[in-house]
């Protein structure tokens, strides 16, 4: 694994990597200062087809890795890791507003399906 970062911001992986403040190593937005590795991003930027719907996607990875931390208080100190899982999520959710998701199909997402469960099999399951 690999880390480069340039700061002409000539390729969309610099432009990630800005975007999502990940400029230095061994100081990266990752729990534990933890940085994106190159085939990280590369594997973002083709996933999501834009360097931009890959910085959304980054900000989604870092939300769910800083969502499993837990809050906690001592000697008068409160941390609060839930914030910066939100923060994560409300800037992801921002960049998928501007830049939209991923036309892969591939990818969860809500649709009707008629559910067969012995009990409602002619309900959508969007209907109540």
Request: net charge negative; proline share 2%; aromatic share 10%.
């Amino acid at each position: 694994m690999t880390y480069t970062y340039l700061e002409n911001l000539a390729t969309d992986r610099d432009r990630v990597r800005f975007y999502l403040q990940d400029t230095v190593v061994g100081a990266g937005p990752k729990p534990a200062d933890g940085n994106f590795q190159d085939e990280e991003i590369a594997g973002m930027i083709t996933i999501e087809g834009s360097w931009q719907r890959a910085v959304a996607a980054g900000f989604e990875t870092l939300a769910s890795a800083w969502q499993r931390y837990p809050n906690f208080t001592a000697d008068g100190l409160n941390v609060q890791r839930s914030d910066i899982a939100k923060g994560y999520a409300a800037s992801a959710a921002e960049w998928r507003k501007k830049y939209g998701s991923t036309a892969n199909t591939s990818r969860a997402g809500s649709r009707a399906v008629t559910r067969v469960d012995g009990y409602s099999d002619d309900v959508d399951s969007h209907e109540t």
